[in-house]
T-cell receptor, first 115, second 111 residues
Framework: DAGVIQSPRHEVTEMGQEVTLRCKPI?????LFWYRQTMMRGLELLIY????????DSGMPEDRFSAKMPNASFSTLKIQPSEPRDSAVYFC?????????????FGEGSRLTVL | RKEVEQDPGPFNVPEGATVAFNCTYS??????FFWYRQDCRKEPKLLMS???SGNEDGRFTAQLNRASQYISLLIRDSKLSDSATYLC????????????FGSGTRLQVQP
């Protein structure tokens, strides 16, 4: 079975450019999470959706960040305009009614470098 | 204070050694606890859940101390393949809050 699929795997862009990261969760999972990982701050939750509805976006750093989940099989995380401090690995994860086992299935991540 | 705190390490141990990691959490209302493993430049993966009574999975033993708000992971007979970062993970309740990850403890098992 396919796992969580993220694209692009690597993105290098210049400050001020728009960045769109994409995620396809595991089929049948109803919860989707976006995390950001840096050396300094570790793995931080940005936002999560349940049944395509955003539940908690308190981790989104600022208005430059936005996330959507138009349907059960697709989500995007957009940064506009991007800044060098946004450089990080962005992980998407999904789960089915996440609470019972605590197991999130992560994608391989999108490594973003903003110059 | 961070919600979940871990010693970043690295812990450098020889093959066959026993090594233990601790993790503290700040929210006494936390309900569920887990250890995840993350290999270098890879995604995190669930290693094991942590139950109140303690639990074991092969060479791995997890323990929870609610009174002191800490979680531990013990690895016996370390293998080279155990080299990774171990992330302590907590959630505040079994409802709709997502998981909070510690920054991880790096383990390097040496031949």
């Amino acid at each position: 079975d396919a796992g969580v699929i993220q694209s692009p795997r690597h993105e290098v862009t210049e400050m001020g450019q728009e960045v769109t990261l994409r995620c396809k969760p595991i089929s049948g999972h109803n919860s989707l999470f976006w995390y950001r990982q840096t050396m300094m701050r570790g793995l931080e939750l940005l936002i999560y959706f349940n049944n395509n509805v955003p539940i908690d976006d308190s981790g989104m750093p600022e208005d430059r960040f936005s996330a959507k989940m138009p349907n059960a099989s697709f989500s995007t995380l957009k940064i506009q305009p991007s800044e060098p401090r946004d450089s990080a690995v962005y992980f998407c994860a999904s789960s089915f009614d996440w609470g019972s086992t605590g197991e999130l299935f992560f994608g391989e991540g999108s490594r973003l470098t903003v110059l | 204070r961070k919600e979940v705190e871990q010693d970043p390490g690295p812990f450098n141990v020889p093959e066959g050694a026993t090594v233990a990691f601790n993790c503290t959490y700040s929210n006494s209302a936390s309900q569920s606890f887990f250890w995840y493993r993350q290999d270098c430049r890879k995604e995190p993966k669930l290693l094991m859940s942590v139950y109140s009574s303690g639990n074991e999975d092969g060479r791995f033993t997890a323990q929870l101390n609610r009174a002191s708000q800490y979680i531990s992971l013990l690895i016996r007979d370390s293998k080279l393949s155990d080299s990774a970062t171990y992330l302590c993970v907590v959630n505040k309740d079994t409802g709709r809050r997502a998981l909070t990850f510690g920054s991880g403890t790096r383990l390097q098992v040496q031949p």
